[in-house]
C-alpha cells in the first residue's frame, strides 16, 4: 500500500508530504536522540482531518506521531520508521474566550507567547511559562508533556490549568473529557490521565484553560552562596516559612563559569540563586525583605552586575552559555526532580561525575519545587566519550530516584529515559499499558514512547 497517495485522496494534497527534505526536518526534536524518518508529513487543519487520518492509521496498523514545534526535549515527537507525523500545528486558533470566567478553548497548535499576548488585553495570562521556548512551545504540546517552568512554584504546571480537553483516540473517535467547573469530584479525572500521556492515548484537538490575572507588581532579587549546601538551606527556609516567591532558580558554580565565558559578566564562580515575587506593593517589600534575611542568615549576599543590569538577565542566557562553551560537543540532558533537601546531595553528586568523567555538567534549575537540569557535554563523534556522558546521565537520574524522586519534573519521558522509567514506576507500568490498550487499541499513537507495550 502506498500510504502517501492514499493520505492525499483521503484530505487532499496539499497537506500530505513525503519530500525527503521536508522528512527529514520532522525526523528529530530538540533532543540528542537520533532523527527517525517517517514515511509521511499530514498538516492537519481541522480536527475532522485528524480523525480520518487515525482511523486510516487503525484500519492498516500504521504509527502516528502527533508534533506541534517539535521543541520536546526527550524525544517524544521524534516519530515511528515508516508512521505518519501528524502536525497540528496550523491548529492554532482561539475558539472561545471568557474573561469573566477566567477560562479560554483553544486548538493545540498556538504558541504559548501569543496565547498570553491577547490575554493580557483582558489583564488576564496562562501561568506555566516554558522557559526560553515560550515563543515556540504550542499548548498541545505543553499539556501533552505537562510543561512547567520557572513559575510553577507558585502557580503549578500545565495539568493545574486544565479543564477540559477534546481528544482523538486511536481508533479515530472523539472524546470530551472535564468540564468548565473549575472544581469537580464527578468521577475519574481523565483529563488530568491523558495531560502528560505524550500523545500515547490521544491526539488533542481542543483545550479549555484555566487563566489567572496578572500580578500587580513583581519583584526579582538574586544572591550568591559560598557553597551549594548554604544555597539549599535558604531555598528550604523560604520555603518552610511560606514565603509568596513566584520562582526560586538555582544555577551552580558551573553555570556561572559558562556564563563569564559567554559574556564577560565578571562573577564571582559560586552558587546563585534568583528569586521572582508577584503581588501588590507591600507584598512585594515583605517578601523581600523576609528572603533577603534568610539569605543572608545562611551565608548569601545580594549578586550585583558590574553593568548595573539586573541580574535575572543572565538567567535567561544559561542555556546558550552552555551550548558555547564548548564548540562541536553536544548536550545531554535531564529534568531529575526530587525534595529539596536534597539540592546539595544532587548537584554534589553531579560535581562528583564530571571529576570522575572529565566531563563538564551544569546544574540548575526550578529548585523551589525540587527540580534541577544537569547538563553534560560531550562530542557525539567521539563515540566512547558519547556513550561515558549516556553513562553520566544514567547515573545522575538513577540519584533522583534513589533520593525518592523522579525521572523527569517537566520534560516527560519520551524515549529519551524510557528505559530507566520502570526503576522509577515498577508494577505501575502493567497499569498504563492497560490504560493505553483501552484508548489505542492497536498501538499506534506515539508508539515506543514513555514504555514498550
Known amino acids: 500500500m502506498e500510504i502517501v497517495s492514499k493520505l ?5 494534497d496539499q497537506k500530505v508530504s513525503d519530500h525527503p527534505t521536508t522528512l527529514e526536518s520532522v525526523s528529530k526534536d530538540e533532543s540528542a536522540l537520533e532523527p527517525v524518518i517517517p514515511a509521511a508529513l499530514v498538516k492537519a487543519e481541522r480536527k475532522e482531518e485528524i480523525s480520518q487520518v487515525i482511523a486510516f492509521a487503525f484500519e492498516h496498523q500504521i504509527p502516528v506521531t502527533p508534533r506541534g514545534a517539535g521543541s520536546a526535549l526527550e524525544g517524544s515527537t521524534i516519530p515511528s520508521s515508516g508512521g505518519i507525523v501528524l502536525d497540528v500545528s496550523a491548529m492554532n486558533r482561539i475558539l472561545e474566550f471568557w474573561p469573566e470566567d477566567l477560562q479560554v478553548r483553544v486548538e493545540p497548535g498556538i504558541i504559548y507567547d501569543q496565547l498570553n499576548e491577547f490575554l493580557k488585553r483582558e489583564s488576564l495570562f496562562f501561568p506555566p511559562a516554558p522557559g526560553g521556548s ?5 499548548i498541545g504540546g505543553m499539556v501533552s508533556t505537562n510543561a512547567s517552568g520557572i513559575y510553577s512554584v507558585k502557580y503549578g504546571g500545565t495539568k493545574d490549568f486544565v479543564l477540559q480537553l477534546e481528544i482523538i483516540d486511536g481508533t479515530g473517535k472523539s472524546h470530551n473529557f472535564g468540564s468548565r467547573a473549575v472544581k469537580s469530584s464527578s468521577g475519574y479525572n481523565l483529563v488530568d490521565l491523558v495531560a502528560g500521556s505524550e500523545g500515547t492515548l490521544g491526539v488533542i484537538t481542543e483545550v479549555t484553560l484555566r487563566l489567572l490575572g496578572i500580578p500587580e507588581g513583581t ?6 552562596f559560598a557553597t551549594e549546601d548554604q544555597a539549599a538551606q535558604a531555598v528550604s527556609e523560604m520555603m518552610r516559612y511560606g514565603l509568596d516567591l513566584a520562582a526560586v532558580e538555582f544555577l551552580d558554580r558551573y553555570v556561572i563559569q559558562a556564563l563569564n565565558q559567554m559574556n564577560n559578566y565578571g562573577l ?9 515575587i508577584h503581588g501588590p506593593e507591600p507584598v512585594l517589600n ?12 545562611m551565608g548569601g549576599q545580594p549578586l550585583v552586575l558590574s553593568s548595573g543590569q539586573n541580574p535575572w538577565e543572565i538567567r535567561h542566557h544559561v542555556t546558550n552559555a552552555i551550548k558555547l562553551r564548548q564548540p562541536g560537543y553536544t548536550i545531554i540532558r535531564n529534568d531529575v526532580a526530587f525534595p529539596i533537601s536534597r539540592l546539595p546531595e544532587i548537584v554534589q553528586y553531579c560535581h562528583q561525575l564530571s571529576e570522575e568523567s572529565g566531563l563538564l555538567i551544569h546544574a540548575f534549575g526550578h529548585v ?3 527540580l534541577i537540569h544537569a547538563l553534560i557535554l560531550a562530542r557525539r563523534e567521539d563515540i566512547a ?8 546521565n544514567r547515573r545522575i537520574i538513577n540519584k533522583a530516584v534513589e533520593l525518592q524522586g523522579a525521572i523527569s519534573g517537566e520534560h516527560g519521558i519520551g524515549l529519551g529515559h524510557k528505559q530507566a522509567f520502570s526503576r522509577q514506576a515498577g508494577q505501575s507500568v502493567e497499569i498504563m499499558r492497560q490504560l493505553k490498550r483501552v484508548f489505542d487499541p492497536k498501538g499506534i499513537l506515539n508508539p515506543g514512547k514513555i514504555f514498550d507495550l
Open 268 to 276: 564571582d564562580e559560586v552558587p546563585c540563586l534568583f528569586l521572582e
Open 219 to 224: 519583584r526579582k532579587i538574586a544572591f550568591q
Open 286 to 297: 515583605s517578601n523581600a525583605e523576609a528572603t533577603s534575611e534568610i539569605a543572608q542568615e
Open 134 to 138: 515560550s515563543d515556540v512551545a504550542t
Open 368 to 370: 523551589g519545587m525540587g
Open 385 to 392: 566519550e558519547w556513550q561515558k556522558g549516556l553513562e553520566v
Open 8 to 12: 492525499k485522496q483521503l484530505i487532499g
